[in-house]
């Protein structure tokens, strides 16, 4: 499934401005580095020629910006990954869009490392050793919208993320808590995929999430026993996948009324409390595949847009024939087109044709036989 925050990816790249592309990249020289936002064209030219014909005293080298050794600067995009480096590079240009800095073993973020660039608009650390950021790093990055820093070794969430940033990446570090306040002031921000990360739930201190509108969140592959309680209500998609959640009672979900998507897959658990489901008016798409579920949830009639619901590798024996769709006709809005039941104990030829009266078309529906 292609998630939301894969797809705003994808559109900031296809949408990042090049405003510099009609003037095509050509690498006549040491010094063709690319420079519109100087707007000196003529400038460069002229000092291209001077270094040719001249000694170096003559060339004005420290407040020129230049594409750091052994990055690639093209169209504002300066992409410096897989270099080994061990630190952020000097001498970024300040007219950078997107800095790339993948794949490298930066520890460290300072306070200087991305002064004056205030143009950024994304930035990847993904894939680093960073343990470590000075509180003002990002300070000077007012534009930026996109951060990816999945896979390094944080223990917490940067502090003073600019007001700017609509998507953060911190998958796969060692955080273990998020303090209130942390995301204060972000009311930009639409996406965190925070996912393996070693988090409990009581990690989440109150206020936690405070301020946030978010639209995407995913906290899979961590250690929750339960649905955090204090996540924005204004969740379309949440994806708690892979936590130790052993239950869902009640009121878990009451604040997640948005919801459109909930994953709860590979989880531990074994009830769902009559009603929890009633909160979901909206949800389209209910993933409690590999849980220990000894029946189907109650209250999947009632959903009118439900259309997608895994329920295999639980420990399901039954199948009633009320248990997916309404007794009576018109209440559903959209027929289910997916329902995944394999790998439960329950036998198929014992579950009536009409408990899939909702239902789109028979190849919806995944059976198969339960294996021991
Ligand atoms: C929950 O709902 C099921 C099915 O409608 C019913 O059999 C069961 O008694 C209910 N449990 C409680 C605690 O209300
Ligand atoms: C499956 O459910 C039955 C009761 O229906 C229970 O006796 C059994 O222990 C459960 N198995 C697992 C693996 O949870």
Known sequence: MLSHCYLLLFLSVAQLPSPSSALPFEQKGFWDFAMDSMDSGGLMAMMRDEVEGSGPDEIPSTDIPMCPFGCHCRLRVVQCSDLGLTEVPKNLPPDTKFLDLQN?????????????????????????????????????????????FSKNLLVSIPKNLPASLVEMRIHENRIRKVAAGTFAGLHNMNCIEMGANPIQNSGFEPGAFKGLKLNYLRISESRLTGVPKDLPESLNELHLDQNQIQAIELE??????????????YNHIRNIENG?????????????????LTRVPTGLPDMKY?????LHSNNISQVGVNDFCPRGFGMKRTFYNGI?????????????????????????????????
Not at 118 to 136: D, E, F, Q, W
Request: proline share 4%; hydrophobic share 35%; aromatic share 12%.
């Open 104 to 148: 490298n073993q930066i520890t460290e973020l300072k306070e200087n490392d991305f002064k004056g660039l205030t143009n950024l608009y994304g930035l990847s650390l993904r894939n680093n050793l960073i343990s470590r950021v000075h509180p003002k790093t990002f300070v000077p990055l007012k534009n930026m919208q996109k951060l990816y």
């Open 252 to 265: 878990d979900l009451s604040r997640y009324k948005n919801l459109i998507r909930l994953g709860l897959g």
């Open 276 to 292: 929890s489901l009633s909160y979901l008016p909206m949800l389209r798409e209910l993933h409690l595949d590999n849980n220990r």
């Open 306 to 310: 439900l259309q997608v619901v895994y």
């Open 340 to 372: 995944s039941l394999f790998a439960n104990p329950v036998n198929y030829w014992e579950v009536q044709p009409a408990t899939f009266r909702c239902v789109s078309d028979r190849l919806a529906i995944q059976f198969g036989n339960y294996k021991k």
